[in-house]
């Protein structure tokens, strides 16, 4: 992987539905929680652990979280933000850009389709978004120079479809 500041954009894995209750409560299915193991199992074998992981408040983003992060070493900062529920591509590349220019590696754990256009944005280049997928973009300035193209896409992974 290039030098540099990283962001790890990540879409929330399978998650069931939740008949007259809300979306915001989902909760993962089987299939979700071992994807986002095998979503963490890949991060880290490419050496891709995040200083600071920036998580929606929603259900399935927390669990998608904690399932990948039993496959990380250390403990990033996690901040759970209620922001990144209802976030558009253009209000996830504004909360990115307030990221401290200490951190080296960014996760967001969030929601479609802001995830997959937050990507594109950032590299010109579409990227495919299932559940726990995940695309990795370095960026060649500090957090705050986050803008269309700014990025590039430098890794993709989306789990193996499974029954």
Known sequence: MASGHKLIIMRHAKAGELP???DFERSLRPRGRRNAQSAGAWLAGCGLVPDLVLCSKARRARQTWQYVSEELPGE???VMDERLYD???GDLLNIFADTRASVGTLLYVGH???AGEAAKALTFTPVDFPTSAIAVVTIAGGWPELAD???ELVA????REEP
């Open 20 to 22: 007259g209750g809300p």
């Open 76 to 78: 990033p900062e996690v």
């Open 87 to 89: 976030a558009n591509a």
């Open 112 to 114: 479609n389709p802001a």
């Open 149 to 151: 193209g700014a990025g």
């Open 156 to 159: 993709t992974w989306t789990p």
